[in-house]
């Protein structure tokens, strides 16, 4: 295992978290949106 492969194994998981963290953002600006609009 080379030095940059390792990097990417390491810098993956927390790309993933920041997906998941942007997907978890859009569904509360909606759901807050969904509340104002009420």
């Known amino acids: ?5 390792s990097m990417d194994s ?3 998981v927390p790309e ?3 997906e ?3 997907c978890t953002r859009k569904r509360l600006k909606r759901e807050k949106r ?5």
């Not at 295992?1 to 492969?5: E, G």
């Open 16 to 18: 993933e978290e920041t």
């Open 20 to 22: 998941q963290e942007k």
């Open 1 to 5: 295992m080379t030095l940059s492969q």
């Open 10 to 12: 390491v810098n993956n």
């Open 34 to 38: 969904k509340v104002r609009e009420k």
